[in-house]
């Protein structure tokens, strides 16, 4: 009797555990970037999985700049090139925290995704 209540209560909360950690996005629709204040892109510094095939970021931090969530190009998609003008739009686009949504030139304003080989 004892034993069936230990593995009841260990299969609940495995199964609690499932449920809170919710669906992983893999690939991620957005990243973390950096931006300063004239709107160029900063190196942002991220805890990221140990595997390859995970190209999550669990966090990232900002040791320069002010920290942006920006939307992952698709696939056929390319990020907009860097440009002063593209800059300055940037920054605009950036005063809520997040470039999801914003277009430049009536392209989104996507990064490329993380690249697991290269650390980027």
Do not use: W
């Not at 004892?2 to 909360?13: D, H, Q």
């Not at 002063?84 to 490329?112: H, N, Q």
């Amino acid at each position: 009797m004892m034993r069936t209540l230990v593995i009841a209560g260990l299969a609940l909360a495995a199964s609690a555990g499932v449920a809170l950690a919710g669906p992983m996005s893999n690939p991620p629709t957005e990243r973390t970037i950096c931006i300063d204040v004239g709107g160029q892109s900063l190196p942002a510094v991220c805890k990221v999985p140990s595997s390859r095939l995970d190209k999550r970021e669990d966090f990232c931090l900002c040791h320069q700049g002010i920290k942006v969530t920006a939307p992952v190009c698709g696939p056929g998609e390319r990020a907009p090139s860097e440009n002063i003008a593209y800059e300055k739009a940037r920054k605009a686009a950036a005063g809520d925290g997040s470039l999801i949504g914003d277009l430049y030139e009536g392209r989104p304003m996507c990064v490329a995704p993380r690249d697991p080989l290269s650390g980027s």
